[in-house]
């Protein structure tokens, strides 16, 4: 009797040492079974939408510029010595400076969108003036080292400005004509550069005689 219970000490040892052996295989398995990666920050992101990228503020249109109209002007110095006329079309300016006796000038520019107008002309002569509510032009011409202020009202045919250009007796005939609104005149004719007073011109037909020969005077145009 003695001598078995070594025995059963060995056998109770060694079923105990198969139960935690066992105990530890099943744990270890569950926990391996149990056990998760942590979702990447990619996976979890949201997706980003495509074809929604944002379009950008509209502009304010500019508005829509209002050309100069087309128009011819007539007037007097401030001093009441010469005579001016300014004729635009599409933008551009074509002005005539007259004494009546040997001053004059032609000069032709651009009209600004507001109005303004720089025109120059030979030997440094220049005009600057202002189209003011379509009514009339008022500025300076530059001629001759003098200044002259002027006004030029809106005319209507056959007030305006006209030109002739001819040969005649062998001479170079350039003439131009200022037809005021209260139906004055104001020309220069240049016989090879020679300027004198302009004859009459019909203001209806442009019909002009320069030394027995019959001419046509015509409106300007820029």
Same mark, same amino acid.
């Given at each position: 009797?003695? %001598? ?5 000490? !060995? ?24 056990? +998760?990666?942590?979702? *990447? /920050?990619?996976?979890?992101? *949201?997706? $980003? ?6 379009? /950008?503020?509209?502009?304010?249109? *500019?508005?829509?510029? =209002? ?12 001093? #009441? ?17 007259? #004494?009546? %006796? ?10 600004? @969108? ?18 003011? @509510?379509?009514? %009339? ?9 003098? %200044? +002259? ?8 045919? /056959? *007030?305006?400005? +006209?030109?002739? $250009?001819? $040969? ?17 005149? =104001?020309?220069? !004719?240049?016989?090879?550069? @020679? ?28």
């Amino acid at each position: 009797m003695k %001598r078995s219970g070594p025995l059963v000490t !060995l056998l109770a040892g060694l079923l105990l040492g198969l139960f935690v052996l066992s105990l530890n295989a099943t744990t270890g398995t569950k926990s391996a079974s149990t056990s +998760y990666a942590e979702p *990447s /920050p990619e996976a979890t992101a *949201s997706p $980003t939408p495509t074809g929604t990228t944002a379009s /950008p503020a509209p502009s304010s249109a *500019s508005p829509s510029s =209002v050309p100069v109209p087309d128009a011819d002007y007539a007037g007097r110095t401030t001093d #009441d010595s010469a005579a001016v006329a300014v004729t635009l079309s599409d933008g551009k300016a074509v002005a005539y400076f007259c #004494d009546g %006796r040997a001053k004059e000038s032609w000069l032709k520019g651009d009209v600004e @969108e507001d109005g303004t107008m720089k025109l120059t002309g030979k030997h440094g002569a220049e005009l600057n003036g202002t189209l003011k @509510e379509g009514k %009339r032009i008022s500025g300076t011409v530059d001629i001759d080292g003098d %200044r +002259y202020g002027f006004t030029a009202d809106k005319a209507k045919k /056959p *007030s305006g400005l +006209y030109r002739a $250009t001819a $040969t005649v007796r062998g001479a170079k005939v350039d003439g131009g004509w200022i037809v005021l609104p209260d139906g004055r005149q =104001v020309g220069i !004719l240049t016989r090879d550069d @020679e300027p004198s007073p302009a004859p009459r011109i019909d203001p209806e037909t442009g019909a002009v005689t320069i030394d027995g020969q019959q001419l046509t005077a015509r409106p300007v145009t820029p």
